[in-house]
């Protein structure tokens, strides 16, 4: 079956500017994750979404992100203005449900985003 | 609140060498305890996970033991190959409101040598 999908997978932009990432989970995975990823660290959640609602969104800085999952399957994550700590790896990951043991998170292979 | 401790790294080894990566964490109630790897140029990967106490996550060769005790989940491999080079995430998975959500540690780099 394919996998959790991103684009694009590198981004330039200057700080200020704005940028969008989309995801789309694996088919019929009602849970989509949005992680972030700085270099030299692991990955932090930045918003959870199961089907098209949120879940949790208490990391998200919600005066420049802003993520949406309309119709339950695809999202978008956006950035607006971008800061130069906003360069990091952005993961989407998806899984059949939130059940934290038995249902597991599959990973796309990212997002590198460098603000300069 | 739910935080991961991983050893400092990287960590370098020859190959058929034993590997040791730490592992402990915080957390309330009885989370579900995880670990991630990521090979290079590739995606996060589930390698093992234990969802409860004394449960033994296994996978390629790799084990860990969920100790709830020590609130611990080394990962351990008996006989490492170049192949097994890579970033390892440990993580945890815990109730309440986020159901779901993966709290990771720092990662650990592994380097082996032939």
């Known amino acids: 079956e394919a996998g959790v999908a991103q684009s694009p997978r590198y981004k330039i932009i200057e700080k200020r500017q704005s940028v969008a990432f989309w995801c789309n989970p694996i088919?019929?995975?009602?849970?989509l994750y949005w992680y972030q990823q700085i270099l030299g660290q692991g990955p932090k959640l930045l918003i959870q979404?199961?089907?098209?609602?949120?879940?949790?969104d208490s990391q998200l800085p919600k005066d420049r992100f802003s993520a949406e999952r309309l119709k339950g399957v695809d999202s978008t994550l956006k950035i607006q203005p971008a800061k130069l700590e906003d360069s990091a790896v952005y993961l989407c990951?998806?899984?059949?449900?939130?059940?934290?043991?038995?249902?597991?998170?599959?990973f796309g292979p990212g997002t590198r985003l460098t603000v300069l | 609140g739910n935080s991961v401790t991983q050893m400092e790294g990287p960590v370098t080894l020859s190959e058929e060498a034993f590997l040791t990566i730490n592992c402990t964490y915080t957390?309330?109630?009885?989370?579900?305890l995880f670990w991630y790897v990521q090979y290079p140029g590739e995606g996060l990967q589930l390698l093992l996970k234990?969802?409860?106490?004394?449960d033994k996550g296994s996978n390629k060769g790799f084990e860990a033991t969920y100790r709830k005790e020590t609130t611990s989940f080394h990962l351990e491999k008996g006989s490492v190959q170049v192949s097994d080079s890579a970033v390892y995430f440990c993580?945890?998975?815990?109730?309440?409101?986020?159901?779901?959500?993966?709290?990771f540690g720092q990662g650990t780099i592994l380097t082996v040598h032939p």
């Open positions: 234990a969802t409860k106490a004394d």
């Open positions: 957390a309330t109630g009885y989370p579900s």
């Open positions: 088919s019929g995975h009602a849970t």
């Open positions: 993580a945890l998975s815990a109730g309440g409101t986020s159901y779901g959500k993966l709290t």
């Open positions: 990951a998806s899984s059949l449900s939130p059940g934290g043991g038995d249902n597991e998170q599959f």
């Open positions: 979404f199961q089907n098209n609602g949120v879940v949790d």
